[in-house]
């Protein structure tokens, strides 16, 4: 049975994603194990945990980048995923600017050795536009504020159209203003069709996704609604504290 027929049969929405027994390490050591789980489509997913517990090891997973060492992944799009990075992941001296970057997100739908087209042109100043930062265009990418960066880093995200959208930790630190913007397009994309899955550790913005998957020291501790994932009891378990986490912590 089809990833499809086998969610119209239990009358839950298709899985853009679905992974069955998966296990991913770096060399020897493992980093996710046996993750049973699925990805609801043109919804968003908050993949929530505390540091180390395995969020960027699976966005990674999620977009390709690391094989697994078991179990499998099935996505329901031909499509490559977007990952978004963490803005830490982008070097200081990385010599281009935010335009070469959004630019960038363009590469995979170019022709082999073939020039972008104009529609890759304006979908990249689209992009920018969207994320507010056409006056930064021109602009060094490892010269710009974090909260700039992180917004060149999603718009280059979206300038690959891809069905399904992957940015980790996307908020993280950034002013309210930015935030906010960074949630509406986020929002948007899901209207227009995409599947959106972000790593957070803003617990507010985890409670406003549809869908929640909690994972501890590399395992999938809940997976459904947030609020019945992010419950006291669980964040007590996982984090060993009373309370939710603060607003943007770790
Ligand atoms: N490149 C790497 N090489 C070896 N081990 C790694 C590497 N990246 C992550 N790990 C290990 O894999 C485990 C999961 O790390 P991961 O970065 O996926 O966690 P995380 O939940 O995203 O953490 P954080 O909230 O701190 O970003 C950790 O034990 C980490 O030390």
């Avoid at 972008?116 to 992009?127: A, F, G, Q, S």
Wanted: proline residues 7%; charged residues 20%.
């Amino acid at each position: 049975m089809s990833v499809v027929e086998e969610a119209a049969a239990i009358g839950t929405p298709a899985a853009a994603v679905q992974l069955r027994e998966l296990s991913v390490g770096y060399g020897r050591s493992p980093a996710l194990h046996q993750l049973t789980a699925r990805i609801p489509e043109l919804a968003t997913t908050a993949i929530v945990g505390p540091n180390g517990s395995g969020k960027s090891t699976l966005l990674a997973a999620l977009a390709g980048v690391i094989p697994p060492t078991a179990g499998e992944i099935s996505h329901r799009a031909a499509e490559r995923p977007a990952l978004v990075m963490q803005r830490s992941a982008v070097s200081d001296t990385l010599p281009l600017t935010v335009r070469d970057a959004v630019t960038m997100g363009r590469w995979p739908h170019r022709p082999l050795l073939g020039r972008l087209t104009r529609r890759d042109r304006e979908i990249v100043e689209e992009c920018m536009a969207r994320l507010d930062i056409t006056d930064l265009a021109d602009r060094q990418l490892g010269r710009l504020s974090g909260g700039q960066r992180q917004r060149a880093l999603v718009a280059q995200g979206l300038a690959q159209r891809s069905p399904l959208l992957l940015l980790d930790e996307p908020t993280t630190g950034l002013d309210a203003a930015a935030r906010q913007r960074i949630s509406q397009v986020l929002r948007e994309s899901r209207e227009q069709g995409a599947t959106v899955v972000h790593a957070t550790h803003d617990f507010p913005e985890a409670m406003n996704a549809d869908h929640c998957l909690l994972l501890a020291d590399g395992r999938l501790v809940a997976e459904g609604p947030p609020r019945e994932v992010l419950t006291a009891e669980a964040v007590e378990q996982v984090w060993a504290v009373p309370e939710l986490p603060a607003h943007n912590g770790g």
